[in-house]
């Protein structure tokens, strides 16, 4: 059974740093990884997909990598701002893209 | 509209009740998921509709747990006989057809609807 598990469960930074956010997947058949952002009261938004033959995404100041063999992705976040405060996911969607398994989120807090 | 819709936003209900949650997909989208986020535990899959079908059920909890979609667009997530334990944000998202340019299998997620069961 597919089970997903990120690394820190909370990370507290002040503005400017750069930092980095940990998923792990114990199963490499995956279709595709992607990262959301879940703020408080608020649905996901997808920040980043990566195909499962891709290497990584970029997008403004994040990126992500997929290392489909070892069964990891980071999310790097550069000069992070107070407005990145909230919630990542990662989630994996099985072979038959019927499903994403989720891990339990990285709380991100950001200050000023 | 332009997102993916759900209501009721809060549902207060009775132990024992019946709940009924829907939510309206984005035009066009053929597939349809719905998950639930129970406090401190992860996002957790429940059923995934391709039109109007159900090939995967595989997360539905128990029996009392059901879902239907009509006309390829609104699905219905029906909790019968309520228990404390089923109180969780529910959340819906809907994607793409697979042979759209776009990025295949991005789903689009709505805000969700808070199921309380006292």
């Known amino acids: 059974k597919q089970e997903v598990t990120q690394i820190p469960a909370a990370l507290s930074v002040p503005e400017g740093e750069n930092l980095v956010l940990n998923c792990s997947f114990t199963d490499s058949a995956i279709y595709n990884l992607q990262w959301f952002r879940q703020d408080p009261g608020k649905g996901l938004t997808s920040l980043l997909l990566?195909?499962?033959?891709?290497r990584e995404q970029t997008s403004g100041r994040l990126n992500a990598s997929l290392d489909k063999s070892s069964g990891r992705s980071t999310l790097y976040i550069a000069a992070s701002q107070p407005g990145d405060s909230a919630t990542y996911l990662c989630?994996?969607?099985?072979?038959?893209?019927?499903?994403?398994?989720f891990g339990k989120g990285t709380t991100l807090s950001v200050s000023s | 509209g332009a997102g993916v819709s759900q209501s009721p936003s809060n549902k207060v209900t009775e132990k024992g009740k019946d709940v009924e949650l829907r939510c309206d997909p984005i035009?066009?989208?053929?597939?349809l998921y719905w998950y639930r986020q129970s406090l401190g535990q992860g996002l957790e899959f429940l059923i995934y509709?391709?039109?109007?079908?159900?090939?995967?059920k595989s997360g539905l909890p128990s029996d009392r747990f059901s879902a239907e979609r009509t006309g390829g667009s609104v699905s219905t997530l029906t909790i019968q006989r309520t228990q404390q334990e089923d109180s969780a944000v529910y959340l819906c998202a809907s994607s793409p057809p697979t042979h759209t340019a776009i990025a295949k299998n991005i789903q689009y997620f709505g805000a969700g609807t808070r199921l309380s069961v006292l």
């Open positions: 509709f391709q039109g109007n079908s159900a090939p995967d």
């Open positions: 989630a994996v969607l099985n072979q038959a893209g019927t499903a994403l398994i």
């Open positions: 990566i195909q499962s033959s891709q």
């Open positions: 035009s066009g989208h053929t597939a």
